[in-house]
Each structure stands twice: as structure tokens, then as C-alpha cells.
């Protein structure tokens, strides 16, 4: 057990860092488009989807109306909408022909990676860059397997911003409570 408390710090350690060399600029640039879209699309494969359907459900808590691409429920993009990618690699086939897409359509497209030079990249009108290992980029290091803290750090990057949304927003937690399901 000694090695799972050891191993606990080390990753606390890891999205400690992650999270805190996180542009403040590419924050604000984030939030901006955030609260400036009529319609928020989500689109990321594996690990990176169930990362950013977390964050779609607090989004649409806090009344900014968001969807995952490929939903049932999702409805048309336009020109007046915002597509957030995740993809650390910023190469991942199916979120860079959705951003193409997107674009197409006159959406705004926001990029949340660890590669700055990547085909989705040159696409997006602004990036979140995540400070983390990705299939094309091994130069920063992790204790954990593969992507796992670009994923988690998505995670967690959209609980904290949360936070600042309610603020910014002026929301109360009654009023996130108010907008969470009632069918469970």
C-alpha cells in the first residue's frame, strides 16, 4: 500500500503542475467563447470524450447550452456557435474533420492540447495548451501511462473553471442545483 500513497502524490503533484502552466491569456480567450456562443459542441475520442462530457454536464448546469457532437439531442452548428476539440496530439482523424467542418460552417473552434503545431491547431481560432505528454509530442514526461494526464487534466481543468464561470455568472450553488437532473 505504501506505493499507492506514494503514487497518489506523485499524480497530485503531476496535475498540480499541468494545471498550473496553463495560460492565463489562452483562459481567457476559452471563456470568452464560452459565454460568447449561442451553442457549445464538444468533440473528443476515448478517454479525452468521457473528459468532456463531464464538462459538458457542469457547462449546461451553469446555462450555457452545450452538446457532444454525435448525440441524438445535437442540433445544427452555425456561425454563431463554438466547437471545443480535445485531442492531445491534435492529429486525431475524427475530431480534426469535425473541426474542418465546423469551420466550414463559420463556427468559432477552440483547441484544448498538448501540441501547439498540429494539424487541428492550424485550424482553431484559439488553444488551451496543456503542458502534457501526447502520441506525437514525448517530450514532457508523466508517471502515468500514455495521455492519462492530459485526460484527467481536462477534467479537472473544466471543474475549476467552473468555479470561475459561477462567479463570473454570478450563480450560486442553489442555482447549479436547480439545473442538475432530477430523474436519478
Do not use: W
Not at 485531442?87 to 473552434?109: D, F, N, Q, R, W
Amino acid at each position: 500500500m505504501k506505493n499507492y500513497y506514494k503514487n497518489s502524490q506523485a499524480v497530485m503533484e503531476e496535475l498540480h503542475y499541468l494545471l498550473e502552466q496553463v495560460s492565463s491569456d489562452e483562459l481567457d480567450q476559452y471563456v470568452k467563447a464560452l459565454l460568447g456562443a449561442r451553442e457549445v459542441f464538444f468533440i473528443g475520442v476515448g478517454r479525452v470524450r468521457l473528459s468532456l462530457e463531464a464538462a459538458v454536464k457542469r457547462l449546461t448546469h451553469l446555462e450555457i447550452s452545450c452538446h457532444m457532437v454525435g448525440d441524438l439531442n445535437e442540433p445544427p452548428i452555425t456561425e454563431m456557435d463554438l466547437l471545443v476539440v480535445g485531442s492531445g496530439s491534435g492529429e486525431s482523424v475524427i475530431p480534426l474533420e469535425i473541426a474542418k467542418k465546423a469551420k466550414s460552417y463559420g463556427a468559432t473552434v477552440v483547441h484544448l492540447t498538448s501540441n501547439s503545431d498540429s494539424s487541428i491547431a492550424r485550424l482553431a481560432d484559439h488553444i488551451v495548451k496543456f503542458d502534457s505528454p501526447s502520441k506525437n509530442n514525448q517530450t514532457v514526461t508523466s508517471i502515468q501511462p500514455m495521455t492519462t494526464i492530459f485526460e484527467q487534466g481536462l477534467l479537472i481543468f473544466h471543474d475549476v473553471l467552473a468555479l470561475h464561470l459561477m462567479k463570473e455568472k454570478q450563480m450560486t450553488m442553489d442555482d447549479l442545483k436547480s439545473r442538475h437532473a432530477n430523474l436519478e
